[in-house]
């Protein structure tokens, strides 16, 4: 059973402060039109942007919480003594930055000894964040305005969203949900699908082949805006792999059509 112990509201602020800052270092780099990147060795593209802001987020994690551990996409584990470690996705949705397409993400996670503990999902060109600390309940702050972040009460796939970061990631147990009557699909997912899945504008978000840096703020943000996150079979908290999150009256039918 998930731990309910409330994380220090500090943490969670601190949290969103880096990832606000890392954000600001990607838009040096973002333009409206193609970017060059460089392709990494499992075949995902990087970027200067990317480096940049882990680095700015390692140096900033590591002035404040220099016991802590840290976990990047680009720059990988630096162990710690303190039992807690932040995941660092710097840029979430590359391919999306370096085409011009402003719904990239930078993402920030806390995990402690009672597991995942804050998650913090900023859109820099929408100026667009979502954050949640365990315990403390979810947060949607777009152009300086902060509301409660809660999932949508839709109860029917038929009057539902589907988002989803491309279908060409999914397996063939994704794409049969994807093909259920009646589900309004829609992609650029990335990050950013779990944003509009957190604030109640989309109902289903499909993903495949995670990274722990791509899902660990989602075990924390969608379950504190009231949704439900696990891999395809349904079991709870999934740290990497094929994961679906929705907003919990819709998990039951997701599980059950992603079959096995």
């Not at 973002?30 to 680095?55: C, I, M, Q, W, Y």
């Not at 402690?112 to 100026?127: F, M, R, T």
């Not at 809660?150 to 999914?170: A, K, M």
């Not at 829609?186 to 950013?192: A, H, L, Q, S």
Request: contains cysteine; hydrophobic residues 40%.
């Amino acid at each position: 059973m998930r731990d309910s112990t409330a994380v220090d509201p500090e943490l969670l602020a601190s949290g969103i402060d880096l990832a606000t800052r890392a954000g600001q270092v990607t838009m040096r780099w973002f333009a409206p039109r193609s970017l060059t990147s460089h392709t990494k060795d499992d075949g995902s593209p990087v970027t200067e942007a990317d480096r940049a802001a882990e680095e700015f987020l390692r140096d900033e994690l590591g002035r404040r919480y220099p016991d802590d551990g840290v976990v990047g996409e680009e720059y990988g584990v630096t162990e710690g003594s303190s039992g807690r470690r932040w995941v660092i996705d710097p840029i979430d949705g590359t391919r999306s930055f370096v085409r011009g397409v402003p719904l990239f993400t930078t993402l920030l996670a806390l995990i402690d000894g009672s597991g995942p503990a804050v998650g913090v999902a900023h859109v820099p060109p929408l100026d667009e964040t979502v954050s949640a600390g365990r315990g403390l309940g979810a947060t949607h702050t777009c152009d300086g305005e902060a509301r409660r972040a809660r999932v949508s009460d839709l109860l029917r796939p038929e009057d539902s969203y589907l988002v989803t970061s491309g279908i060409e990631y999914l397996p063939q147990r994704g794409r049969r949900l994807l093909l259920h009557p009646g589900l309004l699909v829609r992609t650029w997912g990335d990050g950013y699908g779990y944003v509009l899945l957190a604030t109640g504008r989309a109902e289903i978000m499909l993903d495949a082949g995670l990274a722990l840096w791509d899902v660990a703020p989602m075990l924390v943000i969608v379950p504190e805006a009231g949704g439900t996150i696990t891999d395809y079979d349904g079991a709870p908290d999934p740290l990497a792999g094929d994961v679906v999150a929705s907003n919990g009256h819709l998990h039951h039918f997701a599980v059950q059509q992603l079959g096995h």
